[in-house]
């Protein structure tokens, strides 16, 4: 272990992957900041960029990218009201009152103090973590994997949100079915149709820029903006940012808070699923549920405590996802999927083995990401006051350039414009996805588990004979299932009996 | 409730319709009988995808949809600005289509000029101004410093003699 630390370190201190994770942090603020544009289309964006690197380089400057795209994603809700990312809607709860009253300055380095501490705790316990997971899932076997796969999967409808966990079952189901174009394991064409352009399969790069990078440019365009934002957006409504020094005393009212929601956050994190979003509301309303009656009123206000903790959480929750990634080779949100994939078309497969077969880009990724925490506080902090003015930029502007950058992006990989076509036709049904409120992510997870799912699946089917048993022979295998199945059911009854109790109200 | 307007409804039937023709043609997938390879096939995981699509799509087609204003598409789509939405679109197509014909210089300040004026930006200088500056920036970082190769295109070929 000390060994793979000491690669690591020497890995992730070489100048250019220094540079690479101080460019990922800036890139990944501004991206992260455009409203509409998280964390997934940021690293979407990267890709193109990353293939011709070494796999530790590319996973340090993504890394860096999710960083700074959360982050980045804070700043506009404090400043602007407008979240860049669903992870940073908590934190306008307190952050905007906090700007609006003249302390968008404070607001903004507490964000940045308390992102820096959430990271760094998760990182501790993804040191700590990682390396028992990885050695105790050595022992796996393909039916434990298929039914890990499974599990991952479940979680992330079950982590859907309120009546979304069948539309999520069906696009997970959807990525699945997609995952199948192209030549099976076998070297059979499936779903082909004689196009030779989809024998090698859709692309990762090309499904996941056109899901997240274009949908989520033209569902700006698309949607009305709405009135409060019109006003704002663009146009700051602080007048100064004020200062950005924290009391003592301040310092002392959040330390507790963000010791328990970066603890918080790093677990709900490695939940498949679960995500910086959920961990960031956890956060607060367990912050709120603990605060005095007198704080209490505080909060929604511009309360230090009720920005720290969503802040914390997020943090530690994006740490926290990389836990499956690293350990399983499963990813537990949207953005580990993107670097799952990219991970994969490096050559590099995820899971037990990455540890001791990869051990620098495993040790780096990790360093990598704790020197992310640093550097994002070096940077931001000074750069807030100029950072805050990219706000700015007209969308009429940006919006026709990131639908190019995408573009060509995948056109770089492949140079095909057969590609660019198909990748405005999904990008345009992805549209039409997001209007009807299905959402996009459990697509691109089951398109990326698709196919490691089917080589478990037919791996312990043909072990198995052909039997089911592979699914309840093993003690792991069982409890997993059971869990997928509990996770799978629970909130699927209990949305029934919700939707039920309301009918008897109405009637 | 009405079916055509709820989105959740819609939505499952879009994925129905794509089930049942991806399980129509998962049922063409030739099968190479090689030993061993009868207990999984090519076809397996198609068919066993497409069952269970089937069936959820079901669950949640004839589920009671719940009534809330805003399940209906027409409260989702109200205000939707469409036009930009479609011709940005389209210019994404053409783009595509045209850039083999066009190259990447001249097709990506097209694309980016055009872009700016579907968004109702009028300051056609500025525009012009920034679409040439991020292509040739682009061109020179991709071409200069990675040492891509990014077709001129068969037009200026043809004007140039090429």
Request: with cysteine; proline share 5%; aromatic share 10%.
């Given at each position: 272990?000390?060994?793979?630390?000491?690669?690591?370190?020497?890995?992730?201190?070489?100048p250019?992957?220094?540079?690479?994770?101080?460019?990922?942090?800036?890139?990944?603020t501004?991206?992260g900041?455009?409203?509409?544009?998280?964390?997934?289309?940021?690293?979407?964006?990267?890709?193109?960029?990353?293939?011709?690197?070494?796999?530790?380089?590319?996973?340090?400057?993504?890394?860096?990218?999710?960083?700074?795209?959360?982050?980045?994603?804070?700043?506009?809700?404090?400043?602007?009201?407008?979240?860049?990312?669903?992870g940073?809607?908590?934190t306008?709860?307190?952050?905007?009152?906090?700007?609006?009253?003249?302390?968008?300055?404070?607001a903004?380095?507490?964000?940045?103090?308390?992102s820096?501490?959430?990271?760094?705790?998760?990182?501790?316990?993804?040191?700590?973590?990682?390396?028992?997971?990885?050695?105790?899932?050595?022992?796996?076997?393909?039916?434990?994997?298929?039914?890990?796969?499974?599990?991952?999967?479940?979680?992330?409808t079950?982590?859907?949100?309120?009546?979304?966990?069948?539309?999520a079952?069906?696009m997970?189901?959807?990525?699945?079915?997609?995952?199948?174009?192209?030549?099976?394991?076998?070297?059979?064409?499936?779903?082909?149709?004689?196009?030779?352009?989809l024998?090698?399969?859709?692309?990762?790069?090309?499904?996941?820029?056109?899901?997240?990078?274009?949908?989520?440019?033209?569902?700006?365009?698309?949607?009305?903006?709405?009135?409060?934002?019109v006003?704002?957006?663009?146009?700051?409504?602080?007048?100064?940012?004020?200062?950005?020094?924290?009391?003592?005393?301040?310092?002392?009212?959040?330390?507790?808070?963000?010791?328990?929601?970066s603890?918080l956050?790093?677990?709900?994190?490695?939940?498949?699923?679960?995500g910086?979003?959920?961990?960031?509301?956890?956060?607060?309303?367990?912050?709120?549920?603990?605060?005095?009656?007198?704080?209490?009123l505080?909060?929604?206000?511009?309360?230090?405590?009720?920005?720290?903790?969503?802040?914390?959480?997020?943090?530690?929750?994006?740490?926290?996802?990389?836990?499956?990634?690293?350990?399983?080779?499963?990813?537990?949100?949207?953005?580990?999927?993107?670097?799952?994939?990219a991970?994969?078309?490096?050559?590099?497969?995820?899971?037990?083995?990455?540890?001791?077969?990869?051990?620098?880009?495993f040790?780096?990724?990790?360093?990598?990401?704790?020197?992310?925490?640093?550097?994002?506080?070096?940077?931001?902090?000074?750069?807030?006051?100029?950072?805050s003015?990219?706000?700015?930029?007209?969308?009429?502007?940006?919006?026709?350039?990131?639908?190019?950058?995408?573009?060509?992006?995948?056109?770089?990989?492949?140079?095909?414009?057969?590609?660019?076509?198909?990748?405005?036709?999904?990008?345009?049904?992805?549209?039409?996805?997001?209007?009807?409120?299905?959402?996009?992510?459990?697509?691109?997870?089951?398109?990326?588990?698709?196919?490691?799912?089917?080589?478990?699946?037919?791996?312990?089917l043909?072990?198995?004979?052909?039997?089911?048993?592979?699914?309840?022979?093993?003690?792991?295998?069982?409890t997993?299932?059971?869990?997928?199945v509990?996770?799978?059911?629970?909130?699927?009854?209990?949305?029934?009996r919700?939707?039920?109790?309301?009918?008897?109200?109405?009637? | 409730?009405?079916?055509?307007?709820?989105?959740?409804k819609?939505?499952?039937?879009?994925?129905?319709?794509?089930?049942?023709?991806?399980?129509?043609?998962?049922?063409?997938?030739?099968?190479?009988?090689?030993?061993?390879?009868?207990?999984?096939?090519?076809?397996?995981?198609?068919?066993?995808?497409?069952?269970?699509?089937?069936?959820?799509?079901?669950?949640?087609?004839?589920?009671?949809?719940?009534?809330?204003?805003?399940?209906?598409?027409?409260?989702?789509?109200?205000?939707?600005?469409?036009?930009?939405?479609?011709?940005?679109?389209?210019?994404?197509?053409?783009?595509?289509?045209?850039?083999?014909?066009?190259?990447?210089?001249?097709?990506?300040?097209?694309?980016?000029f055009?872009?700016?004026a579907i968004?109702?930006?009028?300051?056609?200088?500025?525009?012009a101004?920034?679409?040439?500056?991020?292509a040739?920036?682009?061109?020179?970082?991709?071409?200069?410093?990675?040492?891509?190769?990014?077709?001129?295109?068969?037009?200026y070929?043809?004007?140039?003699?090429?």
């Amino acid at each position: 272990m000390l060994d793979g630390i000491l690669q690591g370190l020497s890995t992730a201190f070489l100048p250019v992957n220094l540079m690479l994770l101080f460019v990922g942090c800036f890139a990944g603020t501004f991206i992260g900041m455009l409203p509409g544009l998280g964390p997934v289309s940021a690293i979407a964006l990267m890709i193109p960029i990353t293939y011709g690197f070494d796999p530790s380089s590319g996973l340090i400057l993504m890394a860096g990218v999710y960083y700074g795209a959360v982050f980045g994603g804070s700043t506009s809700a404090i400043l602007i009201n407008a979240p860049g990312v669903s992870g940073a809607v908590a934190t306008a709860f307190d952050g905007y009152p906090m700007a609006q009253r003249g302390e968008a300055g404070k607001a903004l380095a507490l964000a940045a103090y308390s992102s820096f501490a959430g990271g760094t705790i998760g990182a501790v316990f993804l040191l700590l973590f990682v390396p028992i997971l990885a050695k105790l899932s050595l022992s796996f076997q393909s039916a434990d994997y298929f039914a890990l796969m499974v599990f991952g999967l479940s979680a992330i409808t079950a982590f859907s949100g309120k009546g979304q966990v069948i539309k999520a079952v069906l696009m997970a189901l959807l990525g699945l079915m997609l995952a199948t174009v192209g030549e099976d394991p076998s070297g059979i064409q499936r779903f082909t149709f004689g196009i030779t352009d989809l024998y090698d399969g859709i692309s990762f790069l090309l499904l996941s820029m056109a899901t997240f990078a274009i949908a989520e440019a033209l569902m700006v365009v698309l949607r009305p903006s709405p009135p409060s934002k019109v006003a704002s957006a663009g146009k700051p409504t602080f007048q100064t940012l004020g200062s950005m020094k924290l009391s003592k005393e301040e310092i002392k009212d959040v330390a507790p808070v963000v010791a328990r929601s970066s603890v918080l956050g790093f677990f709900v994190g490695v939940l498949p699923g679960a995500g910086a979003t959920i961990a960031s509301f956890l956060a607060y309303g367990m912050e709120r549920n603990l605060a005095s009656a007198k704080q209490k009123l505080g909060f929604g206000k511009g309360s230090l405590r009720g920005l720290a903790a969503p802040e914390t959480a997020n943090n530690a929750a994006s740490t926290g996802s990389f836990v499956p990634l690293l350990t399983l080779g499963i990813p537990g949100s949207a953005t580990t999927a993107i670097m799952l994939g990219a991970l994969l078309s490096y050559g590099v497969q995820p899971g037990p083995r990455l540890y001791i077969d990869h051990p620098a880009v495993f040790w780096s990724v990790i360093i990598s990401m704790y020197l992310g925490n640093i550097i994002l506080l070096i940077l931001n902090l000074p750069l807030i006051p100029y950072i805050s003015k990219l706000l700015a930029v007209p969308r009429q502007f940006l919006t026709p350039i990131i639908l190019f950058l995408s573009l060509i992006g995948v056109y770089l990989v492949s140079f095909n414009t057969v590609d660019l076509f198909m990748m405005v036709v999904i990008g345009a049904i992805a549209v039409v996805f997001r209007v009807l409120n299905f959402p996009l992510a459990p697509l691109l997870l089951g398109f990326i588990l698709g196919g490691m799912m089917e080589e478990n699946l037919r791996r312990a089917l043909l072990i198995s004979d052909g039997s089911l048993e592979f699914l309840w022979q093993r003690p792991i295998t069982a409890t997993i299932i059971i869990i997928t199945v509990a996770t799978v059911l629970i909130p699927i009854v209990s949305s029934l009996r919700k939707t039920k109790g309301s009918r008897a109200l109405d009637t | 409730m009405n079916f055509i307007n709820n989105k959740d409804k819609v939505g499952s039937s879009i994925i129905l319709l794509v089930a049942l023709i991806y399980l129509n043609a998962a049922f063409d997938i030739p099968i190479i009988q090689v030993m061993g390879d009868e207990v999984f096939t090519a076809r397996t995981l198609p068919i066993g995808l497409s069952i269970l699509t089937i069936v959820t799509c079901l669950i949640q087609i004839f589920l009671p949809a719940s009534g809330a204003a805003d399940e209906t598409i027409s409260n989702a789509i109200a205000g939707f600005h469409w036009k930009p939405c479609l011709l940005l679109t389209g210019l994404m197509l053409l783009y595509s289509l045209s850039f083999k014909i066009v190259g990447f210089s001249i097709g990506t300040f097209l694309f980016l000029f055009i872009g700016f004026a579907i968004l109702k930006e009028k300051r056609y200088l500025l525009s012009a101004a920034i679409s040439s500056g991020v292509a040739v920036f682009m061109w020179v970082v991709l071409t200069q410093m990675f040492d891509i190769f990014l077709d001129s295109g068969s037009l200026y070929r043809l004007l140039a003699g090429a």
